[in-house]
């Protein structure tokens, strides 16, 4: 079975700092993807990235980073600077290649950004 | 079209009534995802399609809920004799493949009354 933990349920962080959203997944399969989503106040889950379990290279778009490590079954997202439009809650989610493309999902943690 | 349009955005309705919810996928892609949010479940999967097909269904809670696909593009969820722990946001979303990246409609927020 596969399961997707996030630990932190809430982060409160003031505008320009930066924040680690931590990501752990579990899986047996070694053909997988894994997917971080932001989800604003309105509502709609917005797609930020998909990553392949043979990729470990980190990535870095703006102000978002990403740190895949397969030792630690983590992929962790970063927000440098972070913003008060960043105030949302973000998922990390898991799909492994058999299986069709469904998300398996963490629980979220939402990120609140003040300034 | 130009994203994933769910309808209707709300949705209230007497327990015991059937409910259908519709979902327009991005043009062109194959893929199709049923998801339910609720405070106390958080994002749970429902069912899927490629094309017109729903390999895995393993998701439904139960045999009231059911869903099609025709013509490889609108899909709809239908809910027979709605009760109170049917209310959550059902989210659709649609990839162009399976295990390439799924884009999300606004949901569909029920409140069974």
């Known amino acids: 079975a596969q399961k997707v933990t996030q630990a932190q349920t809430e982060i409160s962080v003031v505008e320009k700092e930066d924040v680690t959203l931590d990501c752990v997944y579990e899986?047996?399969?070694?053909?997988?993807?894994l997917f971080w989503y932001k989800q604003p106040p309105s509502g709609e889950l917005v797609f930020l990235i998909r990553?392949?379990?043979?990729?470990?290279q980190n990535e870095i778009s703006g102000r978002y980073s990403w740190n895949f490590q397969k030792s630690t079954s983590s992929f962790n997202f970063t927000i440098t600077a972070s913003q008060v439009v960043d105030s949302a809650v973000y998922f990390c989610?898991?799909?492994?290649?058999?299986?069709?493309?469904?998300?398996?999902f963490g629980q979220g943690t939402e990120l609140s950004v003040k300034p | 079209g130009a994203g994933v349009s769910q309808s209707p955005s709300n949705k209230v309705t007497e327990k015991g009534k059937d409910v259908e919810l519709r979902c327009d996928p991005i043009?062109?892609?194959?893929?199709l995802y049923w998801y339910r949010q609720s405070l106390g479940q958080g994002l749970e999967f429902l069912i899927y399609?490629?094309?017109?097909?729903?390999?895995?269904k393993s998701g439904l809670p139960s045999d009231r809920f059911s869903a099609e696909r025709t013509g490889g593009s609108v899909s709809t969820l239908t809910i027979q004799r709605t009760q109170q722990e049917d209310s959550a946001v059902y989210l659709c979303?649609?990839?162009?493949?399976?295990?390439?990246?799924?884009?999300f409609g606004q949901g569909t927020r029920l409140t069974v009354v």
């Open positions: 989610a898991l799909t492994v290649y058999n299986q069709g493309g469904k998300l398996i």
């Open positions: 399609f490629q094309g017109n097909s729903a390999p895995d």
């Open positions: 990553r392949n379990s043979f990729d470990e």
């Open positions: 043009s062109g892609h194959t893929a």
């Open positions: 899986t047996r399969d070694t053909t997988y993807y």
């Open positions: 979303a649609s990839s162009l493949r399976i295990n390439t990246e799924a884009f």
